[in-house]
């Protein structure tokens, strides 16, 4: 096994991606969702070719396809490699200043310009195992972009190493950037076909050696409430408020279990996501989320049966209540082929990490990946803190990330 030696170039691109404002938008019905998560893609695909790789293009959904091409007389499987240059609507993407804090102490991380976001030690678990590294956060007025732009990076450095040193032997590998990821639409208009990949990895996870190939199954549920309008001066015994009645459906939820706020491991969960309406009609958007099917089935019919107990109360009012399916547990497929998974585990501890295998509380685009015909686990990027100001990400998390890459591209090559 050749030994290997990286000029790293996976902080420089991050540091310059992050800079690159992609933040997606969840009411846009546009493709992708915000223009500007383009500006990245666009100048992935011009690094890309500069490398060497003249296949890379960005096609008109947003998309980016490449190609590092095989050096192996084997007959190897083609994989795949993914990330989303998208970042969360939850926490401004724009302006981030990120900052790298040399050889970390072990103490809380104040960020300079809002003093009052703090990364405490006590609340963020793998920073007992970054003494000595070097972080990178923002600011404090935005998030970091982390998530996915420390994948990206990870992909991108490995994808220089691999075109740099032919003497490392590897079948084809496919490049894969989405947007959209973070609202839900990261592999709407992938091309099975054009990618044209066995098997795949979203790298898009959170410490260092870890694998995820189990994830929530989730459904969106949309209430549209029709209320019964009436002027306010006239409306006693008459009016039945869309918006009350909205509240009301809220405030029936469980308080001490099934929230997002109350549950960890294995629980599922009912979650409101968005509310908006006028007297007359109302909508509430949830998302439902647990590990297998019968979960969510049952816990759709219980917000169903709140729905129809605050309905009573309102008896000229009516309702609609849509199911959507939005993602399975990659598990039912991803199992089918245990090496995708057991490959990874040997390329982490090659990379001389401790693997660890773990359930998501979320999906990736590998969930719905893995259903389109390409088994797809994630792997980590070192991102910790998704969605928020105090987001961070270890510089030597994302080398690892990096080396676990190669290693993998070498061991599918090996094995075949």
Known sequence: MPSLSIAH?????????????????????????????????????????????????????????????????????????????????????????????????????????????????????????????????????????????????????????????????????????????????????????????????????ESAGTLEDETFSGDMVIVNIKGVSVHPGFAKGKMESAIKIAAAIIDSLPKDRLTPETTEGMEGFIHPVSVSGLLEQATLKFIIRDFNDEGLIEKENLLRNLVEQVFKQYPNSSFDFKVIEQYRNMKKIVDQYPKVSSYALEAMQRAGLKPERRSIRGGTDGTRLSFMGMPCPNLFAGEHAFHSRQEWVSVQDMEKAVETIIHLCMIWEEKS
């Open 9 to 205: 170039t996976v902080t420089s691109r991050f540091v310059k991606y992050v800079t690159i404002d992609t933040q997606s938008d969840p009411e846009s019905d546009k493709v992708p969702t915000t223009e500007k998560q383009k500006d990245l893609s666009a100048l992935l695909v011009d690094e890309l070719q500069a490398m060497g790789i003249a296949d890379a293009e960005l096609d008109p959904f947003g998309v980016v396809y490449a190609t590092v091409p095989s050096n192996s007389e084997k007959d190897v499987p083609v994989i795949c490699f993914c990330s989303h240059v998208d970042t969360s609507p939850d926490c401004s993407g724009a302006n981030v200043h990120p900052i790298i804090h040399k050889n970390y102490s072990g103490s809380d991380i104040v960020l300079p310009v809002d003093n009052s976001v703090i990364i405490r030690i006590s609340e963020h678990e793998d920073l007992k195992n970054q003494i000595g590294n070097d972080i990178i956060t923002a600011d404090g007025t935005t998030l970091l972009g982390a998530d996915n732009k420390a994948g990206v990076a990870a992909i991108m450095d490995a994808a220089y190493f691999l075109i740099s040193h032919p003497e490392i032997k590897h079948g084809t590998i496919r490049l894969l950037f989405t947007p959209d990821e973070e609202v839900g639409h990261g592999v709407d208009h992938v091309d099975m076909g054009k990618l044209n990949a066995r098997f795949g990895y979203t790298i898009d996870g």
